[in-house]
């Protein structure tokens, strides 16, 4: 599939490139669906080319989830020290206190576990980020966001067995899952969980999309336009999400 003319300008936004990158994953995508690969790993997309080219989405994520007709969907975000997961992801933040409600919470949470089960982690253990500075603090902050929306998905999470406590202050929790507390956070929007993630090392962090009826990891960063062509990009995320993708896969560590 060569879409791209040869006159295609480095480090730019084009049209031509988003609709490459559009077509270039949908037969990535067909490829792993028949069972013709394993696993899926993407480079950067760059959404505004995407948009230019015909295609609205927010990102990878949900292009992924559309095309295989997967209704509910996660980010995990997974580095060495902390693993992440999100509730919500590439919306606004008033829109995501919006969005996020017990039955989302409960969901991502039973994603986590199955995820990290399948990973070889016998018995996860899960801590869930509050919204409000100090989870709330019993009604302080907020208008009680975190018992009605929070609470409730992780009762029922704990109910079906899972280890899951929270919500938590996202300020000190990420320290308490980098000490080794925890085996994952669940973040409640796209910032709570990337800036600790990326605060440790941009080279190291891996996405998988979970809940997809393929395996799919990427980079945890972007395009960096500013720097392309300059031969000083750092390829050790796109070399981690290619070999967590041989992981996850089925047979993965007998092909390493």
């Known amino acids: 599939m060569d879409l791209l003319p040869a006159s295609l300008p480095i480090g730019r936004v084009s049209a031509d490139a988003g609709r490459a990158s559009f077509a270039y994953l949908e037969k990535a995508i067909e490829l792993a669906r028949d069972g013709r690969i394993d696993a899926i790993s993407t480079a950067p997309l760059n959404k505004e080319a995407l948009r230019k080219g015909g295609h609205v989405y927010p990102g990878h994520t ?7 007709g997967t209704k509910e969907v996660a980010m995990m975000l997974s580095s060495p020290k902390l693993k992440v ?4 992801t590439h919306v606004g933040l008033l829109d995501a206190v919006r969005m996020i409600h017990p039955e989302r919470v409960r969901n991502v949470i039973r994603m986590a576990h199955e995820t990290l089960r ?10 869930v980020c509050g919204i409000n500075p100090h989870a709330g603090e ?3 902050f907020g208008y009680g966001e975190e018992e009605e929306k929070i609470v409730p998905g992780v009762e029922r ?4 067995g899972i280890d899951a406590v929270g919500p938590l ?7 308490r899952a980098t000490r080794g507390d925890f085996d994952i956070v669940v973040a409640m929007y796209h910032d709570q969980g990337h800036g600790p993630i990326k605060v440790l090392g941009l080279e190291a962090g891996v996405n998988i999309t979970v809940g997809l009826p393929i395996i799919r ?5 972007g395009t960096a336009f500013d720097i392309a062509g300059k031969g000083i990009a750092d390829e050790q995320s796109m070399k981690e999400a290619i070999r967590q993708a041989i992981e996850l896969a089925p047979g993965g560590r007998r092909s390493e």
């Not at 949900?62 to 295989?68: G, N, P, Q, R, V």
């Not at 999470?157 to 079906?160: G, L, S, V, Y």
């Open 138 to 140: 019993n009604g302080l």
């Open 85 to 88: 997961i999100h509730v919500t």
């Open 169 to 175: 202050p996202a300020d000190t929790l990420f320290f």
């Open 157 to 160: 999470a704990r109910e079906e």
């Open 118 to 127: 399948r990973a070889g982690v016998v018995a996860p253990r899960i801590a």
């Open 62 to 68: 949900e292009i992924l989830a559309d095309l295989t």
């Open 217 to 221: 990891t990427s980079v945890d960063h």
